[in-house]
């Protein structure tokens, strides 16, 4: 998966020495914890970081910080240690208010890089989590919170649904990904992903997806389950490769006429109001099997037809009304349905 020009948007920070897992609950966990300066206001937040975390805290992360309404930042952190559960998160936040900011983690072959779950105000930034045995990024029933300079790479396989997704935010709003000023290159968080999905917002709404690049082995860049009022704008996705698994456990691929367009984005279950402009969508060479270009419901299909496994099987209806398109570049020996003509020809 090519991520070629924007390895330059994640600085490596300098980290303190050896320190075991960190567990933070409520404000008054931050002193206890001896692991804080600050008194946790908007004036002095806390600052937790820099560590190299050598191991993990009880719950199998290396920061949880959880029911707290106090301001903190939690930046340059290394996750120096292996962690093969794909539900294990490295920096874990719950019934988080904030305002916090979460900058400088890297982590690799851990379970999920960021969970953040009923919370809100939190500000990702710098973020490079690599080789996930589960999701790069995933984000329950929170709002405000946004991304940027940042990469997230999940790279399981055979793992449940979503396990294996480059961002996975469900019954959440106001997400911001990219499009910031601390954005200034042309891509500004990558979602690389194997088994999974690149960015799957699931009734998620309100989202603004810009200058983001979703690189994958075979479909499903980003897909809008149900949601609304998201924007993909400026953002490209790129697919090539076997996904779905046969009885014999080989990879198959899923067996359609890729267009392009259908590799990389799927807009299903009801999904409305959308508005989806100025983005590339490549994907990789036609193969045998299905061609789903002329189907019914353009933007929703079985991935995985003509395969034994369902495990990459969205399962829905068809997309909503109020769904614009606009300035698109799709590889495609022929303009798709229900779409504007590509800006490219392949």
Same mark, same amino acid.
């Given at each position: 998966m090519a991520t070629a020009g924007v390895c330059a948007l994640w600085a490596s920070p300098s980290f303190a020495s050896g320190q075991a897992g960190i567990t933070i609950n409520g404000n008054a966990g931050f002193a206890s914890c001896k692991?804080?300066?600050?008194?946790?206001?908007?004036?002095?937040?806390?600052?937790?970081?820099?560590?190299?975390?050598?191991?993990?805290?009880?719950?199998?992360?290396?920061?949880?910080?959880?029911?707290?309404?106090?301001?903190?930042?939690?930046?340059?952190?290394?996750?120096n240690y292996t962690n093969t559960n794909p539900g294990d998160a490295v920096i874990h936040l719950s019934g988080v208010t904030g305002p916090a900011t979460v900058s400088n983690v890297s982590a690799n072959n851990d379970g999920i890089g960021i969970e953040i779950d009923s919370s809100s105000n939190i500000a990702l930034d710098s973020i490079s989590v690599n080789k996930m045995n589960g999701a790069g990024l995933v984000i329950k029933s929170s709002t405000n919170i946004a991304t940027s300079n940042s990469k997230y790479k999940a790279t399981s396989d055979e793992v449940p649904l979503h396990d294996a997704d480059g961002l996975y935010a469900v019954n959440s709003s106001n997400l911001q990904i990219g499009g910031v000023a601390k954005c200034p290159q042309s891509v500004c968080n990558t979602f690389d992903y194997d088994s999974g999905w690149g960015v799957y917002l699931q009734n998620t709404n309100n989202v603004t997806i810009d200058q983001a690049s979703a690189n994958a082995d075979d479909t499903g860049g980003y897909m809008l389950d149900g949601s609304s009022n998201v924007t993909i704008e400026n953002s490209t996705a790129e697919a090539g490769g076997p996904i779905c698994i046969s009885l014999?456990?080989?990879?198959?691929?899923?067996?359609? $006429? /890729?267009?392009?367009?259908? +590799?990389?984005?799927?807009?299903?279950? =009801?999904?409305? !109001?959308?508005?989806?402009? @100025?983005?590339? $969508? /490549?994907?990789?060479?036609? +193969?045998?099997?299905?061609?789903?270009? =002329?189907?019914? !419901?353009?933007?929703?299909? @079985?991935v995985c037809t003509g395969a034994d496994s369902t495990t990459f099987v969205p399962s829905g209806t068809a997309m909503g009304s109020g769904n614009v398109f606009s300035n698109l570049c799709y590889k495609t020996s022929n303009d798709v349905a229900g779409l504007p003509p590509s800006t490219c020809k392949s």
């Amino acid at each position: 998966m090519a991520t070629a020009g924007v390895c330059a948007l994640w600085a490596s920070p300098s980290f303190a020495s050896g320190q075991a897992g960190i567990t933070i609950n409520g404000n008054a966990g931050f002193a206890s914890c001896k692991c804080a300066t600050g008194s946790g206001t908007a004036s002095n937040p806390y600052v937790i970081g820099p560590f190299a975390i050598t191991s993990p805290n009880s719950s199998g992360s290396a920061i949880t910080v959880e029911n707290t309404t106090a301001d903190f930042t939690i930046t340059g952190i290394s996750a120096n240690y292996t962690n093969t559960n794909p539900g294990d998160a490295v920096i874990h936040l719950s019934g988080v208010t904030g305002p916090a900011t979460v900058s400088n983690v890297s982590a690799n072959n851990d379970g999920i890089g960021i969970e953040i779950d009923s919370s809100s105000n939190i500000a990702l930034d710098s973020i490079s989590v690599n080789k996930m045995n589960g999701a790069g990024l995933v984000i329950k029933s929170s709002t405000n919170i946004a991304t940027s300079n940042s990469k997230y790479k999940a790279t399981s396989d055979e793992v449940p649904l979503h396990d294996a997704d480059g961002l996975y935010a469900v019954n959440s709003s106001n997400l911001q990904i990219g499009g910031v000023a601390k954005c200034p290159q042309s891509v500004c968080n990558t979602f690389d992903y194997d088994s999974g999905w690149g960015v799957y917002l699931q009734n998620t709404n309100n989202v603004t997806i810009d200058q983001a690049s979703a690189n994958a082995d075979d479909t499903g860049g980003y897909m809008l389950d149900g949601s609304s009022n998201v924007t993909i704008e400026n953002s490209t996705a790129e697919a090539g490769g076997p996904i779905c698994i046969s009885l014999n456990g080989s990879k198959e691929p899923s067996g359609y $006429f /890729n267009t392009g367009l259908m +590799a990389n984005l799927m807009l299903f279950d =009801g999904a409305h !109001n959308n508005t989806i402009e @100025n983005d590339t $969508f /490549n994907g990789f060479a036609p +193969a045998s099997g299905f061609d789903i270009a =002329g189907t019914p !419901n353009t933007f929703y299909f @079985n991935v995985c037809t003509g395969a034994d496994s369902t495990t990459f099987v969205p399962s829905g209806t068809a997309m909503g009304s109020g769904n614009v398109f606009s300035n698109l570049c799709y590889k495609t020996s022929n303009d798709v349905a229900g779409l504007p003509p590509s800006t490219c020809k392949s």
